[in-house]
Structures are given as structure tokens and as C-alpha cells.
């Protein structure tokens, strides 16, 4: 029987699949399919660390590294949801549930080194064993034509800005080499007495892999932040940090650190030794300060001390106003790419302690991709806010198949200890790439190997071929690593038939002009990136065009002839989990999981010439878009339609679409019935639907909630389930 993967994973995502998984299963089965699930939630993943700590009834095995293994073949057909890129506070706060739930696990400081496996982005790279094409289907585009979103009113004078390093970090100080042959590199730091440390022993790379190293200043990132928060309190205007503390769990918390002193520098400067030393370094964010202040002696003192830096210093932009929880409270609550296009998309502003709009100064240290924003935010001050109803799109095609750039550095990041020199030498000795270096300076390396490069450069051109878009491959002849990647694009777009396409090279920043020129013209634009920039663009744009990035189309064509289909870029919403837990109202919106799944299908379809399953696709793509032409998607308000009702709308205009279908009688005849009871019945499910909503939702818990709970809470209506459950075959 045919099996389609459907991944386990946080907070939302987590909660729908409890109302999703159901209808899909039922569904599928009348294709010969198997939806099975796979559990790479936070919680589940660290229950499989340690199974010789646990009881049989409570050990969980390692989904994700089956998975991984799985998307290495040509079988693979996977549904990736979004999942949590655990910050440390996330991590903790996992740990003690799961401590509480009887589960005997060590505390992080206990094992830290086993906890890596689990902190930060490491589902993501261990799935995508291929590229990205990412675009926003055109059921999609049309409806927000028709119904747009709001965007708030731009004017010239706006004192948002983007604020960047101009030297001194990663993107200058990048050096990049080709590997000409397979070899084994080790990077270490000599220093300054002519010892040596050993930083990274062992790395393996391939022949024509793209080696990249570079650092940043500690001293100068410092004398950056300072200059920061003075002209934020210059101008008037709010202050606000954009990091990505989950992806780049090595550098990003330690920036995020220096962030958090720098804004509170006179607080550090009279009690720096005590907070240092009770490891109160703001890496953890201003909240884990204020909880740590608790367990010292003058900890009132100090918290006076800073709620007075608080008050002096310039506004820090909000994350929950009514909850005084500041941009600095908790390293992974402004996430750069979904912040910055929020941010864009509401005036260029961001919200204040008092609950109200307010202009912000964007501090991104890291002037690699800085330049984008800042493009995007002059371009609106010069022509206004964009008109969702007439602007072009951006699909993307992003380079990140087996860990590729950055968002693979992170076993080869570090935090210099001394003053020295970093080395990537070769096993003949030779020294391939150095930096002089501080101690504190923040040093990292990045790979990208020859295939997933050639594959990227074939999916490119295969989507402009299909779209007839002009293409545009953003590469910055000032990073080392961009130089190189440019030679190899135009050495291996040779290999294809490039006739009558327009695809062109252009930096990051000459790209953002002339694509939002164009998207303003009505005209699209697919942006070519690496793997960063793919997650930037790809909320970014989104975004700006349709309300939300949850509504793209996320395909990765694995490498093997597998197919992973992920379900949107839109994060997991803890904001949306809190909303059922307070007044039992799921508003997540599950259209990515819509289009996913009918990709998912048709790859099946393609693959193993299931022609049932293509049947189930084309009906699936126009149920989808009676979905969203009936108003049928969540709500955001209590007593209104949520992510439930939108399911269940779903299942009655999917079993319309395939009882009246004619391509398969076997089909329509299944379904026929179905459809009719459903009809027959819209009323009391949404009425039964209604009515579970207003008051709190027990789950049971947050990262790792009780099954029974969750699905009593996310299958309310017992005529639907009824329905539901006597369709699977």
C-alpha cells in the first residue's frame, strides 16, 4: 500500500493535525494510501536522547533520524509541518514539562552535549536532502486579488530604518575556496603564545565543496549596538533587535547577548561581575535575567537598576505590550524573517510599551542580508505601501540541501576564547583560510557541497522554463563564498538549454530594487538564493503578497526522487496555542497543509501511476479554492470559524468535488454518500463547532500536551467524526 509520512511536530501545527489528520486518513484510504505519522516534535525528540531512562511505555525512537534516512530514497513522500527551532529558554521549558509528566531526563546543564542535537535548527537540515521551490499557487493570488489583506500607509518621512555593521563582520570578513579534491580539513586558533586549540578536529569534505570561514568582531559589533541605542533615543524612535536565535543557535544567542548589555551597558558596568558570574549574561534574554535576579542578594537593587535603564533609555519595541514583554525578554520572540516584513507591512512600525504603533529603528548586526530590508523600506517611503490587489510575486528557489551555508555552521561556530589566529588547514598541512582574531569574537565555517549547488542551478532553470519568469540569482560579489557560488552558476548553467530565458546575477541589494520595481509593475520575479536568504525571501515577499507566508507552496524535489512537501513558512504560532488554551479558538490556518497535501498526491500520482491519488489532488486544489472564495478559513475571534470549521468545510467541498467527479466512478461512488450526509448535516456540525468554543482548553500540556485531551479538544463534533470515521476504508 502506498505511504504518505505526515510529521509530528509543535504548538499549532501540532494542535490541527489532531483535527486534520483524521479527514486526510479517511480520504486517502479510498486511494489505497496510508497517512502515517512520524513524531519529530521538540518533546519527542528529546524522549529519544535517552531511552535508557526510561520506561518502555515511555520511549519514543528517533522519527527524525529514520525520516532522514527515508528522504535519501526514491520512496520518500513526506509532509513536513513547521516544528520549534528550540531556543535554550524553549528547551528548559520542555525539559521541566516533561520532568513533570514523570519522564526521567537530565536537566540541560546535564547533558549539553547531547541536548545539541536537539537546540535550534536540526530537523529541517537532517529532512532536506534536496532544494527549495517555494511559490504562492495561483487559487491564492487570485483570492487575495480580489480580497486583500490590510497594509498599513507609508509616508516619506517615516524614521524606520535599518541599521547594520559596515565592517567587522560576517559578510566582511568572508573568505571562501573550492575544494579541488576530497580531503579532511581541521580548524584551529593558534594563539598568540603559539599554542594551538583544536576547535574542529575532523571535517570532512568532497571535491568541489565551497569552504567558507569568517568571524565577527566582538569589539566592533559592541561599538555598533552602542551607536545604536543612542540614535534610537536621538530620534525618538523604538529600538529593535532582528536575530534568527533558533536557526543560528550558535552565533545569534551570543549577538543577542551583546544586545542585551549594550542596551543595559550602565547596568553591566556597575554590577557586571555579579551578573556575569551568576550567568545572567543576556543570552538567555532580559526575562532569564530577571528571573535569575531572584536568587541573589541584591538582585531588588539590580532589578531597580535596570527597570531604570528601562526608563531612560530609548523605547524598546514590544513583543506583548500588556505583558511588558520587550524585544529583549526572550532571544527566540522576534524571529528577522517573519519580524521585518510585519514590520514593513504595518508602516514600518512596531509596537511600544503603551500598546501603540511607533516608529522603529531595525538593528541587524549582520550586514549580509540587512541590505534587502532597507531597500524594501526606501522603496516605501518613496511609493507607498504595495497593492496586494496588483502586485507581481516573487516565487523562490533556494539553495539548502544537505545542510548547505549557514544554517549548517552550527558544529563549526565558536566563541574565540583567546587572541590568536583561526586556521582551516588541509591534511597536507596547508592553510586554506585564516583570520586574526580577539578572544569573545564569534568565528564560523559553512559548507556547500557540488551536487546540491548543480541541483539548485537545474531546479532554477526548470522553474523559469515552466513559469516564463524572469530569474534572478542573488549573489554578492563582496562575500567570498557569493563569488564563488557565481562562477559555479555560470559554469553550470551552461549544462542546460537557457535559450529564451531571462536569468540573470545580481547582489542581494540590486536584486531587491529591481524586483520590487517590478512587483509594483504587476510583473514576477523568481529569486534564486541561498539557503538564508530562501527563509528571508520567503516570508518576506509572501508576506507583502498574500497576508501570510502559511499560504505558499513549499516542494522540495529530494535529490533521490523522493518528494517533501512542506506546509508554508509560517512559523508555530505559540501566540495561537495560548488562544485555545484561554478561550478554546485554534485560528492557525491550515492552507498549507491543504496545498502540501495535494502536491503530496500528485507525487504518488507521477511516481507509482496511482491515478486515484491524482483524482484526490485536482479535487483537493478545488475544494481548497471554494475554501477560501466561501470565507470558510479561520477566524480570528472567539464564536466565529476556526481551524476546526475550516476543516470540516474543507472535507464537505473535498467530498462534493469528488462524489460529482467523473474520472473515477469508484470514487464518486464512495463519496456520494458522504457528501450528501455531510450536506445534510452542515448545520448541527457547525453548531457542535460553535459551541466548543469560549471557554479554556485543558491540552494537558504545552510542548508535550495529553493525546486524549488534544483530540477531545481539536474533534468536538461528534456527528462529523461520525462521518469521518466510517469513511476510512
Not at 57 to 67: R, T
Not at 95 to 103: C, D, H, R, S, T
Not at 576 to 602: I, P, T
Request: glycine share 6%; proline share 4%; charged share 25%.
Amino acid at each position: 500500500m502506498a505511504k504518505i509520512i505526515w510529521t509530528r511536530t509543535d504548538e499549532a501545527p501540532l494542535l490541527a493535525t489532531y483535527s486534520l489528520k483524521p479527514i486526510v486518513e479517511a480520504f486517502a484510504s479510498n486511494a489505497g494510501i496510508d497517512v502515517e505519522t512520524r513524531d519529530i516534535s521538540l518533546a519527542g525528540r528529546i524522549i529519544a536522547l535517552f531511552p535508557e531512562r526510561l520506561t518502555e511505555e515511555q520511549k519514543l525512537s528517533d522519527d527524525l533520524a529514520a525520516l532522514g534516512e527515508l528522504a535519501k530514497t526514491p520512496e520518500a513522500n513526506i509532509i513536513k509541518l513547521p516544528n520549534i527551532s528550540a531556543s535554550l529558554v524553549q528547551l528548559k521549558a520542555a525539559i521541566a514539562e516533561l520532568k513533570a509528566a514523570g519522564y526521567d531526563i537530565p536537566e540541560y546543564e546535564e547533558a549539553p552535549e547531547k541536548y545539541a542535537n536537539v537546540i535550534g535548527s536540526n530537523v529541517n537540515p537532517v529532512l532536506r536532502e534536496g532544494n527549495s521551490d517555494r511559490r504562492a499557487p495561483q487559487a491564492v493570488k487570485n483570492f487575495v486579488k480580489k480580497h486583500p489583506h490590510s497594509m498599513g500607509a507609508w509616508s516619506a518621512d517615516s524614521k524606520t530604518n535599518v541599521a547594520t555593521m559596515d565592517e567587522n563582520d560576517f559578510r566582511h570578513n568572508e573568505k571562501s575556496v573550492i575544494m579541488p579534491s576530497a580531503d579532511t580539513l581541521q580548524i584551529k586558533l593558534v594563539k598568540e603564545d603559539g599554542s594551538e586549540e583544536i576547535l574542529k578536529e575532523e571535517l570532512k569534505v568532497l571535491e568541489g565543496e565551497v569552504i567558507d570561514g569568517t568571524f565577527m568582531s566582538a569589539k566592533a559589533l559592541d561599538e555598533f549596538l552602542l551607536a545604536q541605542v543612542k540614535r534610537a533615543k536621538e530620534e525618538g524612535i523604538l529600538f529593535s533587535a532582528h536575530l534568527k536565535a533558533t536557526m543560528m543557535k550558535v552565533s545569534d544567542p551570543i549577538i543577542f547577548g551583546h544586545v542585551v548589555r549594550a542596551f543595559f551597558k550602565d547596568v553591566y558596568d556597575k554590577y557586571g561581575e555579579e551578573l556575569l558570574a551568576a550567568g545572567l549574561n543576556g543570552e538567555n534574554g532580559l526575562g532569564a535575567i530577571f528571573t535569575g535576579l531572584e536568587q541573589l542578594d541584591n538582585g531588588a537593587e539590580i532589578k531597580a537598576a535596570f527597570d531604570q535603564a528601562l526608563a531612560d533609555g530609548p523605547s524598546l519595541a514590544m513583543v506583548n505590550s500588556n505583558k511588558g514583554i520587550t524585544n529583549l525578554h526572550v532571544p527566540s520572540d522576534v524571529i528577522i524573517d517573519a519580524s521585518m516584513p510585519a514590520m514593513i507591512r504595518t508602516s514600518g512600525h512596531m509596537w511600544n510599551a503603551d500598546d501603540a504603533e511607533q516608529e522603529a529603528l531595525a538593528v541587524i548586526p549582520d550586514s549580509s542580508y540587512a541590505g534587502v530590508y532597507q531597500v524594501v523600506i526606501d522603496d516605501c517611503k518613496e511609493n507607498g505601501a504595495y497593492d496586494p490587489t496588483t502586485m507581481g510575486t516573487v516565487p523562490n528557489v533556494g539553495l539548502m540541501a544537505q545542510k548547505a551555508e549557514e544554517y549548517g555552521s552550527h558544529d563549526k561556530t565558536f566563541k574565540i576564547p583567546a587572541n590568536g589566529t583561526v586556521q582551516v588547514v588541509n591534511s597536507a598541512g596547508d592553510v586554506l583560510i585564516e583570520h586574526n582574531v580577539e578572544e569573545g569574537d564569534i568565528w564560523r565555517a559553512c559548507q556547500a557541497k557540488d551536487a546540491p549547488i548543480q541541483d539548485w542551478v537545474k531546479l532554477a532553470v526548470n522553474r523559469a522554463r515552466l513559469s516564463g519568469m524572469k530569474t534572478i540569482f542573488w549573489l554578492d560579489p563582496e562575500r567570498g563564498h557569493d563569488a564563488n557560488l557565481a562562477t559555479l552558476v555560470e559554469k553550470y548553467l551552461k549544462d542546460h538549454d537557457t535559450e529564451g530565458l531571462d536569468i540573470s546575477i545580481m547582489s542581494p541589494v540590486e536584486a531587491t530594487k529591481v524586483t520590487v520595481e517590478r512587483m509594483r509593475r504587476g510583473e514576477d520575479t523568481i529569486s534564486v538564493t541561498g539557503n538564508v536568504l530562501r527563509d528571508y525571501n520567503t516570508d518576506l515577499f509572501p508576506i507583502l503578497e498574500l497576508g501570510t507566508s502559511a499560504k505558499m507552496l513549499s516542494v522540495v524535489p529530494l535529490m533521490a526522487g523522493g518528494g517533501l512537501f512542506e506546509t508554508g513558512a509560517g512559523g508555530s504560532a505559540p501566540k495561537h496555542v495560548q488562544q485555545v488554551q484561554e478561550e478554546n479558538h485554534l485560528r492557525w490556518d491550515s492552507l498549507g497543509e491543504f496545498m502540501a497535501l495535494a502536491e503530496s498526491f500528485r507525487h504518488e500520482l507521477n511516481e507509482n501511476g496511482n491515478a486515484k491519488a491524482g483524482v484526490l489532488a485536482d479535487a483537493l486544489d478545488r475544494a481548497t479554492e471554494s475554501l477560501l472564495n466561501e470565507g470558510k478559513s479561520p477566524s480570528r475571534k472567539v464564536g466565529e470559524i476556526d481551524n476546526r470549521g475550516s476543516h470540516f468545510y474543507l472535507a464537505k467541498f473535498w467530498a462534493d468535488e469528488l462524489a460529482a467527479q467523473t474520472e473515477d466512478a469508484e470514487i464518486a461512488a464512495a463519496f456520494k454518500p458522504v457528501a450528501e450526509e455531510i450536506n445534510a448535516n452542515v448545520e448541527a456540525i457547525d453548531k457542535e463547532l460553535l459551541d466548543a468554543q469560549g471557554e479554556p482548553a485543558d491540552l494537558g500540556g504545552y510542548y508535550f500536551p495529553n493525546e486524549e485531551k488534544l483530540s477531545a479538544v481539536m474533534r468536538p463534533s461528534e456527528t462529523f467524526n461520525k462521518l469521518i470515521d466510517e469513511l476510512k476504508k
